[in-house]
């Protein structure tokens, strides 16, 4: 079946730049996303992207998709002490209709 | 805003006890998913339903069931709790339509099994 891969933990300091990392095998994705999960909360959407996109940016973010390698990647610039959270990647295709989540890349911002 | 409202934040139950997991959403979705939040698992979905008194099983319904019997509420039953269903358990509901993947969530519900 899907799968989607994150890798579980990415510790930065406060202002460098945060890439979260994200495979799928799904080549029917259609459309690709990143969903926040501050401490205590649930999940909030940031961002997705069209699967015919190559990228996607909105404020700090910017979202990269390759899709000839099934890889989609998060950046944060100037990352910031309230932007520690865990950040679940996610894939939809045109078939089943579900959201298939990656296990979540759990994101520490060190002052 | 979109609120989708779990009725419980935390839980504590016995074994064989039942439980009733409550999610509220007040935007006229159709769809709502029932999904589990484990360390390093990720989410994975339970039961979702696209319509009034329609369910639909996902990848991990053994052990639950579910009830949709008004548009708005989605309710996550545990028939007998083991303690293997201590976990974080998150409702989400979305209008349908093309980009069904924009999901809103409500803020989980922690049960422990003792």
């Known amino acids: 079946g899907e799968d989607v891969e994150q890798s579980l933990f990415l510790s930065v300091r406060e202002g460098d730049s945060s890439v979260i990392n994200c495979t799928y095998t799904?080549?029917?994705?259609?459309?690709l996303y990143w969903y926040k999960q501050e401490p205590g909360a649930g999940l909030q959407l940031l961002t997705y992207i069209f699967s015919n996109m190559d990228m996607k940016q909105d404020q700090r973010l910017t979202v990269l998709l390759n899709k000839k390698d099934k890889h989609l990647s998060l950046r944060i610039a100037d990352t910031q002490t309230g932007d520690s959270a865990i950040y679940f990647c996610a894939e939809i295709n045109n078939q089943g209709g579900k959201l298939i989540f990656g296990q979540g890349t759990e994101l520490s911002v060190k002052p | 805003d979109v609120k989708v409202t779990q009725s419980s934040r935390y839980l504590v139950k016995r074994t064989g006890e039942k439980v009733f997991l409550e999610c509220v959403q007040d935007?006229?979705?159709?769809?709502m998913f029932w999904y589990r939040q484990d360390p390093g698992l990720g989410l994975r979905l339970i039961y979702f339903s696209y319509d009034v008194k329609m369910k639909e099983k996902g990848d991990i319904p053994e052990g639950y069931s579910v009830s949709r019997e008004k548009k708005e509420r989605f309710s996550l039953i545990l028939e007998s709790a083991s303690t293997n269903q201590t976990s974080m358990y998150l409702c989400?509901?979305?209008?349908?339509?093309?980009?069904?993947?924009?999901?809103?969530f409500g803020e989980g519900s922690r049960l422990t099994v003792l």
């Open positions: 799904d080549s029917s994705s259609t459309y």
């Open positions: 935007m006229d979705h159709e769809n």
């Open positions: 989400a509901s979305t209008p349908g339509g093309a980009n069904t993947g924009e999901l809103f």
